[in-house]
């Protein structure tokens, strides 16, 4: 299996692991600190993930295209299932190294900019964006007085440098 898909399967099942630990009412409470739930959090992961598949056969991505998908923030089985469902994408499937184009407008009252990148970039690129969310999803669990696994919300790099000093 191509590395960057196993680090993507790995990252999702992570997510998989901590929904399965944590209650539906948890999953949805928003926590006044950061004005969002793990909900919100994962819907956007996952939707980041479905503007991949969804452009990556036809060469251009669009993460602005993205549905907001409501169920997914309220529904934690829905948002196991579908995190399943993209695992599942990343055994089964394979995608041929290629370049493609993006789009995201940070700027509303600009043209959106349709910027080169390649799919190994954009599956990098969906790795850490899912990091940065489990990071603040990890410190909304704790809020609630939840836990997390062991490692969850850092990047492989800083858990492989861990595991290095303490060799």
């Known amino acids: ?13 992570q997510g998989v692991t901590l929904l399965e630990s944590i209650s539906n009412e ?17 819907r956007h992961i996952i939707e980041h993930y479905e503007m991949f598949w969804n452009g990556v056969s036809v060469g251009h991505i669009d993460y602005d295209k993205r549905n907001r998908n409501l169920p997914l ?6 948002a196991i299932t579908t995190l399943k469902h993209y695992v599942s994408q990343f055994l089964t499937e394979s995608i041929e190294p290629k370049a493609l184009t993006i789009s995201q407008n940070y700027n509303p009252t600009e043209n959106v900019p349709i910027t080169p990148s390649h799919t190994n970039r ?32 850092y990047s492989p790099a800083t858990l492989y440098a861990k595991m290095e000093r303490k060799s």
């Open 1 to 13: 299996m191509n590395p960057i898909f196993a680090e993507n399967v790995q990252i999702l099942q």
């Open 26 to 42: 948890r999953y949805k409470q928003k926590h006044e600190v950061l004005a969002s739930s793990i909900g919100e959090h994962f």
């Open 122 to 153: 954009e599956l990098l690129f969906l790795l850490l964006h899912t990091v940065h969310h489990y990071a603040i999803i990890s410190i909304l669990v704790k809020l609630n007085g939840g836990s997390v696994p062991e490692g969850f919300g």
């Open 73 to 78: 923030e309220t529904d934690r089985m829905f």
